[in-house]
T-cell receptor
Framework: GAVVSQHPSWVICKSGTSVKIECRSL??????MFWYRQFPKQSLMLMAT?????????EQGVEKDKFLINHASLTLSTLTVTSAHPEDSSFYIC?????????????FGPGTRLLVL | AQKVTQAQTEISVVEKEDVTLDCVYE???????LFWYKQPPSGELVFLIR??????QNEISGRYSWNFQKSTSSFNFTITASQVVDSAVYFC??????????????FGKGTMLLVSP
């Protein structure tokens, strides 16, 4: 299957700082990538759809100004958590479809654990 | 709105037992895709299978098998002769919007499988 990487794998930061998480498709191009958030012992919740060359589409209840998404190239999407607070502590996972068709299987990155103190 | 229900929150079995993980879904789409993912303690989601709504054939892959029944809107997953390495959280997911040119995943809450020696 397709390989998706994320960096960093974990980050600890102070409240009020901004944190950038990178998601890369390593062996394929992805015009669309997805960002999910997962709290402990809960399911994955879609936060936003990242579109290369255009604005991201955010799910209801997700603050656009809080979670900035930039899809700068066909292999890279970044999620910036601005002015992070302890309630933003979570497991953030990105995914990318493994092909050009909309129904393609999504392949997931290894995730980034964020802890805001 | 679509919905995925995994009624079993946690299942504990002894090694070599067979175990079935249930998944029931709701959707108004005529074309949709169903997925199973495995999430081991490391956190990374591992793709297991994808099934489209027009293909009700059961599938077997080694110790894994899947039973898709459109009549009952179920897509159950069976592990035969379970092993300790099968211990993980398993997510069932449903794609949405394929006919509209986009596809997002809705995840069930997951079933934690614990296989003891």
């Amino acid at each position: 299957g397709a390989v998706v990487s994320q960096h960093p794998s974990w980050v600890i930061c102070k409240s009020g700082t901004s944190v950038k998480i990178e998601c890369r498709s390593l062996d394929f191009q992805a015009t669309t990538m997805f960002w999910y958030r997962q709290f402990p012992k809960q399911s994955l919740m879609l936060m936003a759809t990242s579109n290369e060359g255009s604005k991201a589409t955010y799910e209801q209840g997700v603050e656009k100004d809080k979670f900035l998404i930039n899809h700068a190239s066909l292999t890279l999407s970044t999620l910036t958590v601005t002015s992070a607070h302890p309630e933003d502590s979570s497991f953030y996972i990105c995914s990318a479809p493994g092909g050009s068709r909309v129904e393609e299987t999504q392949y997931f990155g290894p995730g980034t654990r964020l802890l805001v103190l | 709105a679509q919905k995925v229900t995994q009624a079993q929150t946690e299942i504990s079995v002894v090694e070599k037992e067979d175990v079935t993980l249930d998944c029931v879904y709701e959707t108004r789409d005529t074309t949709y895709y169903l997925f199973w993912y495995k999430q081991p303690p490391s956190g990374e989601l591992v793709f297991l299978i994808r099934r489209n709504s027009f293909d009700e054939q059961n599938e077997i892959s080694g110790r894994y098998s899947w039973n898709f029944q459109k009549s009952t809107s179920s897509f159950n997953f069976t592990i035969t002769a379970s092993q300790v390495v099968d211990s993980a959280v398993y997510f069932c997911a449903l794609s949405e919007g394929v006919n509209s040119g986009y596809s997002t995943l809705t995840f069930g809450k997951g079933t934690m499988l614990l296989v003891s020696p």
